[in-house]
């Protein structure tokens, strides 16, 4: 089973930094099938990218997704208020079909 | 628009059964398999496992064969998780999810289920 290590665990910025998140895979994954979601404090998680770097419908466009194989990371160019939550990442695996998260990132305002 | 609806809160003794339902609408329910997630309070999410909205068969994560059960009631597009023999340890909010190709895209909003004697 593919363990999924996110780092870091909790980190903080201020408004209009650059903010980065990795996600990295304990084997192999497939690009197309990492994901991201978003979840605040009292509400599901809404996906967030698919994909590795397809943005979900209403995303704004300072996101943006990369990464393959082992490493895959979520970036915002600059950071907004609203952009405080826990980001999880998510794989499948395809045989036997399983899914993963990973244990998040709390992202706060600095 | 497709939505996911979910049962209330849940008060439960440890021992005690309790089953969850997620009504789905704005689509066709069988096209689409549903996922169970769980979150303990503080914690990440933990995929529980799917059920084949089509054929009824369920595939369970390991850490969640036993005392889990996915279940359908097609005609009413409602997806079921019974947890028997409740314990503490099962004290969470429970979301359904709908698989769509490798990811979730849209999920309930979520059955808070709390264990206590």
């Known amino acids: 089973q593919i363990v999924l290590t996110q780092s870091p665990a909790i980190m903080s910025a201020s408004l209009g930094e650059r903010v980065t998140m990795t996600c990295t895979a304990s084997?192999?994954?497939?690009?197309?099938?990492l994901h991201w979601y978003q979840q605040k404090p009292g509400s599901s998680p809404k996906l967030w990218i698919y994909?590795?770097?397809n943005l979900a419908s209403g995303v704004p466009a300072r996101f943006s997704g990369s990464g393959s194989g082992t490493s895959y990371s979520l970036t915002i160019s600059s950071m907004e208020a609203e952009d405080a939550a826990t980001y999880y990442c998510h794989q499948y695996h395809r045989s036997p079909p399983t899914w993963t998260f990973g244990g998040g990132t709390k992202l706060e305002i600095k | 628009q497709i939505q996911l609806v979910q049962s209330g809160p849940e008060l439960k003794k440890p021992g005690e059964t309790v089953k969850i339902s997620c009504k789905a609408s704005g689509y066709t329910f069988t096209n689409y398999g549903m996922n169970w997630v769980k979150q303990a309070p503080g914690k990440g999410l933990k995929w529980m496992g799917w059920i084949n909205t089509y054929t009824g068969e369920p595939t369970y994560a390991d850490d969640f064969k036993g005392r889990f059960a996915f279940s359908l009631e097609t005609s009413a597009s409602t997806a079921y998780l019974q947890i028997n023999n409740l314990k503490n340890e099962d004290m969470a909010t429970y979301f359904c999810?709908?698989?769509?190709?490798?990811?979730?895209?849209?999920w309930g909003q979520g059955t808070t289920l709390t264990v206590s004697s």
């Open positions: 084997s192999s994954v497939s690009s197309s099938y």
């Open positions: 994909s590795t770097s």
């Open positions: 999810a709908r698989g769509y190709q490798y990811y979730f895209d849209y």
